[in-house]
């Protein structure tokens, strides 16, 4: 687990994912051509439950998408 912090509208909050997680968000945001800051306050106004748990979800969703050809 990696803890860091991350400023979502103004505010700075920490996250813990997992590198692997880390990694492929910075990745799926470089493809964005945003920041990780930006994909996670996206990430976190359509999200209903925990912030960390909503992160690991959309970077399954979206690798799924890739590789099923859908992104």
């Known amino acids: 687990m ?3 912090s991350v400023v979502i509208a103004g ?3 920490s996250v813990s ?3 692997a997680f880390w990694q492929a968000l ?3 945001a470089a493809g964005h ?3 990780v ?3 996670v306050t996206r990430i976190d106004r359509q999200r209903s439950g925990n912030l960390s748990s909503a992160i690991r ?5 979206t690798l799924s998408q890739r ?3 859908r992104g």
Do not use: M
């Open 57 to 61: 979800v959309f970077v399954l969703e």
């Open 17 to 19: 994912l997992e590198a």
């Open 11 to 13: 505010h700075r909050t």
């Open 37 to 39: 800051n930006d994909l």
């Open 33 to 35: 051509r945003c920041t």
């Open 26 to 28: 910075k990745a799926i």
């Open 2 to 4: 990696k803890k860091r």
């Open 67 to 69: 590789t099923h050809g």
